[in-house]
């Protein structure tokens, strides 16, 4: 079975647009938490990177400029390099590219 990395690209403070929204961290947090209870036998691994202080890690990098340059909502959460979530995440359309990489839902 593949790996499956889920990555979520935040900042401390909250994206302007974002007001009212729980923080990149919260949100980091309650997925790992919501995606565990519906996959828990599933291998997925997860990564907070920082906007402001990313890794070095030449794509993660890239992507932290890019998303300050173009004042991309965040958090942005992605699967694998599948961008599936862009300000506050929904869980439907993630739940779905989980299952389209082969992961089986726990009932």
Known sequence: ?????ITVYGAEQICASCVGAPGSKDTYEW????????????????????????PQVEKHQQFAERVLE????YPIVFINDEMVA???PRLKPIYKELDNQGLKQQT
């Open 1 to 5: 079975m593949k790996k499956i990395m």
């Open 31 to 54: 997925l790992q938490a919501a995606i565990d209870r519906k996959y828990h036998s599933e291998p997925v691994e997860y990564e907070y990177v920082d906007i402001n202080y990313p």
């Open 70 to 73: 173009e004042d991309m909502f």
């Open 86 to 88: 862009e300000g506050i």
